[in-house]
């Protein structure tokens, strides 16, 4: 009876000392989770890249002309964008106040389309139209898929970049393309 309250004891010792290891593992375990979900511009901005490669079927040549025009193009219409940001936070008092935000903010719009159309054109001169039109659809599919996954919720908020989110859209799916949520979900019919 002695021995077995004894090994009682020494199991339920044991099992308390590894319990307060693992406290103590985790919150340097949460901190680096922590630090890989934050959202990061310079990985956001590689992943695009990688995505737009991939399913325009640039060649590193192809590539080379054109991302130096498109990062290019995203400076220039940055300063627009976090204007036009700062037009919608602040709602003006007044009526006259109202006025000059909207027409400010039509002409934030107009603007952007200018530079959009501008740079369309000088990737014109670089690649073929074909090129460019799956260029455009690749950023546009990139872009959608990527707040399809932020209004998820990505479990509580997570970042579809984080490596660590099986929503990352550029997780490797088979073909060595990347997968998308959508997709997870599609099924394969049924073989009669």
Partial sequence: MKKLLTLIMLAVLTLSISAQGNRQQRPQ???QQQQQQRFS???FEQQLQEYITNEAHLTPQEAEKFFPLYKEMQNKQRA???RQRELENNKPSDEEGCLKVIKESDEIDLELKRIQQEYHGKFLRQLSASKVYDILKAEQGYHRNIMRSWGRG????MNPMNPMNPMN???PRGNGFPRW???QQQQQPRQR
């Fill in 154 to 157: 990505n479990g509580g908020g």
């Fill in 29 to 31: 375990q949460q901190r």
């Fill in 169 to 171: 859209p550029m997780m």
């Fill in 80 to 82: 627009l964008f976090i």
């Fill in 41 to 43: 511009p310079e990985r």
């Fill in 181 to 183: 949520p959508q997709q």
